[in-house]
Nanobody, 128 residues
Framework: EVQLVESGGGLVQAGGSLRLSCVGSGFAFDDYGVGWFRQAPGKEREEVAYINSGDGRTYYVDSVKGRFTISRDNAKNTVFLQMNSLKSEDTAVYYC?????????????????????WGQGTQVTVSS
């Protein structure tokens, strides 16, 4: 059974930090790029960060550059999203998603419909 499981969300004050984790199972994790998306109430789902397989190339949406860091540990089938200097506008449900990329060096894949697998989401709430 294919699974992506997120954890690490919660309630934090503005300026604080959280680290989200995404653990994959049931598929060849090493061959997949992983994106972190978020969706706030009444808004569309947006990609905030992406990390490619193989070369580990990363991408960040402008609003999180310098504050968020995406990384992966293929030995543990895990992708992390370190979120620092959190703002109230970061409040959303955060999802990780995996897309098959094989050996290709992909900058990012912004379209959620391109992704093969999704996690259930984890709530991040930043109080001001």
């Amino acid at each position: 059974e294919v699974q992506l499981v997120e954890s690490g969300g919660g309630l934090v004050q503005a300026g604080g930090s959280l680290r989200l984790s995404c653990v994959g199972s049931g598929f060849a994790f090493d061959d997949y790029g992983v994106g972190w998306f978020r969706q706030a109430p009444g808004k569309e789902r947006e990609e905030v960060a992406y990390i490619n397989s193989g070369d580990g190339r990363t991408y960040y949406v402008d609003s999180v550059k310098g504050r968020f860091t995406i990384s992966r540990d293929n030995a543990k089938n895990t992708v992390f999203l370190q979120m620092n200097s959190l703002k109230s506008e970061d409040t959303a449900v955060y999802y990780c998603a995996a897309v098959y990329v094989g050996i290709f060096s992909i900058v990012t894949i912004e379209d959620p419909n391109e992704y093969d697998y999704w996690g259930q989401g984890t709530q991040v709430t930043v109080s001001s």
